[in-house]
């Protein structure tokens, strides 16, 4: 079991020293890409037929050595990193113009055993240190955008840095109160009271920040508009993700607080309407889909507000019906995100070559020009508005019926409006792309074939996983609070 | 108040602190050096909390504070990188280049 | 009486942080921080983590220092005059952050008092039996072995992604005036073979008392920019040895969870016949590569050379840095 849980970590470490030293990189890194899915579907498989996977290298056990542990949230959000991780390294292949040089390979792959790192720990320091890594690689990343790229990726990283610190303070205060660092054993030691409550407040504090909740978010629209194509889907689909499981794994363990509740949805509401208007506001194509990022991230975490009957045994079965609902729907909208964003983004910078220029303007044209790019992003931002088949429509629907069972109106009401801003977004675009060529003489860069699959495959992903999404929740549900 | 507990109500100050100069300062290099004194209140937390008063302090948080020390000065080393690019960036936009620097 | 003298380090510390933060140049910023740094040193020795008091005098002071001191001597366009923002507007904030601060402290002191007993990880940690017998080499290398693996793949992204921003993904485009005063010079030659004495000492010191790779190459850092900036270039690694010697501690940590799996069946498990071996021989990679990252983390601060038109705007004669390590 151990195996499943510690080579998808080790295995891209090894393949960053690989990369960073040896001249192979195209070759070492689809390996290691290839590789990370075959592990992530066989740690699917075995999550579902086995439940929670557990491991402790060295053999030590709990409390005193770390804890591994992989629920369904981890196994399906390391299938969807394991996915985009491949189409990402696949259009790098095609198009290296669009990487960021050969330092791209070996961040990469550091950034990815990070996410899998904070996906396989039961440990609370172990996630400390993963959640680092992740951070130190998507910096780097960012970096490599050039001139315009490097002020954005410091305030990442201080931001980001802060936000650890606050999640180390709380880690020590549950060391403090429980004697353990292992979640697990944590979670029935910290009665209800102020060391729970700052517990709470100071991990969604930190790891809000970490995941680009509003509003301190302001960093990340820059990054996205300088950053490589290839950063950005790693960054939105992958990185921030890895932050949410996280709070949403720290949340449910222990119980959840009814004020932090509150100020949550607050901001989650309005990170959804703030971003979703942002978003459509701009006139840069990367900006407009990095500020539906805040958006989305805005949709996950009223998970936690919504869901939070769920974690209390004491509540009516409505109240908890609707939660789970809720909890189930928030989380396939992060699966779909991942998947519908990290499309978005390879196509949206795709599209920019095309189009010769970053604004959404001097995108007319490009739908006769490049047609299965903007089929891309077109398909890809209807998974994102909710629209059905796709997996967003599964999820969100998902999420309004919770909110509808539980009697959270405001929710509904955020719900909808924040999904007809993100399909104005789309169809903005969408409209632009479609308008005839206004120079169609002009000699124009073409994309090559290898470019297109990618983002294209992902964005089918998207919609196709909404059809027949039970298994997703079965998934989902494995080893989670809220499912008893 | 026991050594610990001075020492841990004097690291979350420090912490918190060195968190707020960090979010009010324009000055890249400022920021640095805040995000370093709030890392140093972090541990102070780490390690009092752990502390039983005088004697030695728990072996496993001692473990813990040298991780988070080397992972700071990582974080630092990386962030100063950034820094002297982000300020050449700006004195090449500026192109006045009368900066003279401190040296 | 040792209660009067808690307190007054304590207002210290605290006086030195807030100086640290309004210091008016950012110069002055710095050296009130490594102020702030002997302080702490006293704090953890005060706590009875001598570890982490050597690693504070090593790393976050040693380094970190090195580091700031380095970013602030180099530093070309002059520090943004933050004295108009100084009045309210910057204490404000301050004010409030400290009453916070007291207010989370509270509940800190009490999460401490009704506790689970603080230190029953410890004392599993100290009975525990490990194949070195300082307790604390013990967490790091063998109980929470991944832990360190991680942090060492954190130190080894960073260094990356300094490299990244220069030429190459190298530091051999990096100017280093030499300072070849006689007396630097003959201090170099002095110091250098000491800290490498020392380097060893800490290493092997770190398996039955404080000490260990990380100290150690805190210090192998000092030595290599002590040569580099004095001339010897030759001896450090910056060009095409340098990203081999920056991965080779996470190599190391690697092939030790590699090996551990194939010939004892589980991931990083070490065993007493050899086990003790495989720590030393992991903690010399790890001081080399800690070494390398560090030393290289602080030279990649500096601009590459220019490579078409020789204008180098005030770029001449940054300071060479003195930061001997103590």
């Known amino acids: 079991m151990a195996d499943l849980l510690l080579l998808p970590v080790l295995l891209p470490l090894a393949g960053a020293v690989a990369t960073a030293v040896l001249p192979w990189r195209r070759t070492v890194g689809l390996t290691v890409a290839a590789a990370q899915l075959g592990f992530a579907v066989a740690a699917v498989v075995a999550v579902l037929r086995d439940g929670p996977l557990r491991g402790s290298p060295g053999g030590w056990e709990p409390p005193l050595g770390i804890a591994l542990r992989l629920d369904g949230l981890g196994a399906a959000v390391g299938l969807l990193a394991a996915v985009v991780v491949l189409a990402v390294l696949g259009h790098a292949v095609a198009r290296p113009a669009a990487a960021g040089g050969p330092s791209a390979w070996p961040l990469t792959l550091v950034t990815v055993a990070g996410l899998q790192a904070v996906l396989v720990s039961g440990d609370l320091f172990t996630t400390y240190v993963a959640l680092e890594l992740m951070t130190v690689g998507a910096v780097g990343l960012v970096a490599l955008g050039g001139r315009r790229a490097l002020a954005p990726a410091l305030r990442y990283l201080c931001v980001a840095v802060l936000g650890s610190f606050a999640f180390l303070v709380a880690v020590a205060l549950v060391h403090a109160r429980t004697g353990t660092l292992t979640l697990e054993l944590a979670a029935g030691a910290l009665p209800p009271g102020p060391a729970l409550g700052t517990v709470l407040a100071l991990a969604t504090v930190g790891l809000g920040v970490k995941a680009v909740l509003a509003p301190l978010h302001a960093w990340l629209p820059d990054a996205h508009a300088a950053a490589p194509t290839t950063v950005s889907p790693l960054l939105s689909a992958l990185v921030v993700k890895g932050s949410l499981v996280v709070l949403v794994r720290l949340w449910s363990a222990l119980g959840g607080h009814a004020g932090l509740a509150v100020v949550l949805a607050v901001l989650g509401s309005g990170a959804v309407l703030w971003g979703g208007v942002l978003a459509l506001r701009q006139d840069r194509l990367k900006r407009l889909v990095a500020y539906s990022t805040v958006a989305q991230v805005g949709y996950l975490v009223l998970l936690l507000p919504l869901a939070l009957p769920a974690l209390d045994p004491a509540a009516p079965d409505g109240a908890r019906t609707g939660a789970l609902l809720a909890w189930e729907g928030a989380l396939l909208l992060l699966l779909a995100h991942g998947l519908a964003k990290a499309a978005l983004f390879l196509a949206a910078g795709t599209l920019v070559g095309v189009a010769g220029g970053d604004r959404v303007a001097d995108l007319a044209g490009t739908a006769t020009r490049a047609p299965m790019v903007v089929l891309t992003f077109g398909v890809a931002g209807a998974c994102l508005a909710g629209l059905p088949p796709s997996l967003g429509f599964t999820g969100k629907w998902r999420m309004l019926e919770g909110a509808v069972t539980s009697g959270a109106w405001w929710a509904v009401a955020v719900l909808l409006v924040g999904g007809l801003l993100t399909a104005s977004a789309t169809a903005r675009v969408l409209g632009v792309a479609l308008r005839p060529d206004p120079d169609p003489a002009a000699a124009r860069r073409g994309v090559p074939a290898g470019a297109r699959w990618p983002a294209l495959t992902l964005a089918v992903l998207a919609v196709g996983t909404g059809v027949g999404s039970a298994w997703l929740v079965d998934l989902l549900l494995v080893g989670a609070v809220p499912a008893g | 108040m026991s050594a610990p507990d001075t020492f841990l109500v004097l690291g979350a100050v420090v912490t918190l602190l060195g968190a707020a100069r960090l979010l009010t300062t324009r000055d890249h290099l400022r920021q640095i050096i805040a995000l370093n004194v709030a890392g140093a209140g972090t541990l102070l937390v780490l390690v009092a909390l752990g502390s039983e008063g005088t004697g030695t302090a728990d072996p496993v948080l001692q473990a813990l504070a040298l991780t988070g020390i080397v992972i700071t000065v990582a974080v630092t080393g990386l962030a100063l990188v950034l820094v002297r690019r982000v300020d050449a960036a700006a004195a090449d936009a500026d192109a006045d280049g009368d900066g003279d620097g401190h040296g | ?326």
Request: proline share 7%.
């Open chain 3, 1 to 326: 009486m040792t209660a009067l003298l808690d307190v007054l380090l304590a207002a210290a510390v605290l006086v030195a942080a807030v100086a640290t933060l309004l210091a008016p140049r950012a110069g002055s910023g710095v050296l009130l921080f490594l102020v702030l740094g002997l302080l702490l040193v006293l704090v953890w020795a005060r706590l009875g983590a001598p570890d982490v008091a050597l690693a504070e005098a090593a790393i976050a002071s040693g380094a970190t220092g090195a580091l700031l001191v380095s970013a602030v001597t180099g530093r070309r366009p002059p520090a943004e005059p933050d004295r108009a923002r100084r009045s309210w507007a910057a204490l404000l904030p301050l004010g409030a952050a400290a009453a916070a601060g007291a207010l989370l402290g509270g509940v800190l002191v009490r999460a401490r008092r009704d506790g689970a007993g603080p230190g029953r990880l410890g004392d599993l940690a100290r009975e525990a039996d490990g194949v070195v017998s300082h307790p604390v080499t013990t967490v790091l290398l063998d109980l929470r072995a991944l832990d360190t693996l991680l942090e060492i793949a954190v130190l080894t992204a960073a260094v990356l992604a300094a490299l990244a921003l220069h030429r190459d993904g190298t530091l051999a485009a990096v100017a280093l005036p030499a300072d070849t005063r006689p007396v630097l010079r003959g201090f170099v030659h002095l110091a250098v073979p000491l800290v490498l004495l020392l380097v060893g000492w800490f290493l092997v010191a770190g398996s039955s008392r404080p000490g260990g790779a990380f100290q150690a190459g805190a210090l192998l850092a000092g030595a290599a920019l002590l040569l580099a900036l004095t001339g010897r270039r030759d001896l450090v690694p910056t060009g095409r040895w340098l990203p081999p010697a920056v991965v080779v501690g996470l190599a190391g940590f690697l092939a030790l969870a590699g090996g551990t799996r194939l010939l004892a069946g589980t991931w990083l498990a070490l065993a007493p016949p050899w086990g003790a071996a495989a720590v030393l021989a992991l903690e010399a990679v790890l001081v080399v590569a800690i070494g390398a990252g560090l030393a290289a983390l602080v030279l990649a601060a500096r601009p590459d050379r220019r490579v078409a038109a020789p204008t180098p705007p005030a770029d001449a004669a940054p300071a060479p840095d003195r930061q001997a390590p103590r």
